[in-house]
Nanobody, 126 residues
Framework: QLLLVESGGGLVQTGGSLRLSCAAT????????IVWFRQAPGEEREVVGC???????TYADSVKGRSTISRDNAKNTMYLQINSLQPEDTAIYSC????????????????????WGQGTQVTVSS
């Protein structure tokens, strides 16, 4: 079974940190570009960040400087660490894997992604 599963979300106070995980089953994550998305209630989905199969990362301006995307190949898992969380970071965070052009991060359409996770809720209280 081929799966992406996110975990690590929860309720955190303003200023706190979370590390979200994106674990793959049935395929090798480091063959793919991995994109982290988030979607707040009533808002459009936005890209939070991306890591290429070569390990290069990009971040949205909204999280740049306080977020880190990393990879543990032994665990076949990607991570998104977000620090200094604010109420506006409240959203469902999800990851997706793209094999096509996996060496670059770009604004890919949904149908270019091979796998999607189900999402994990992050709620930041003020």
């Amino acid at each position: 079974q081929l799966l992406l599963v996110e975990s690590g979300g929860g309720l955190v106070q303003t200023g706190g940190s979370l590390r979200l995980s994106c674990a793959a089953t049935g395929f090798t994550l480091d063959h793919y570009a991995i994109v982290w998305f988030r979607q707040a209630p009533g808002e459009e989905r936005e890209v939070v960040g991306c890591i290429t199969r070569g390990g290069s990362t990009t971040y949205a301006d909204s999280v740049k400087g306080r977020s880190t995307i990393s990879r543990d190949n032994a665990k076949n898992t990607m991570y998104l660490q977000i620090n200094s969380l604010q109420p506006e970071d409240t959203a469902i965070y999800s990851c997706a894997a793209r094999r096509r052009l996996g060496s670059v991060c770009y604004d890919a359409p949904d149908d270019e992604f091979d796998y999607w996770g189900q999402g994990t809720q992050v709620t930041v209280s003020s």
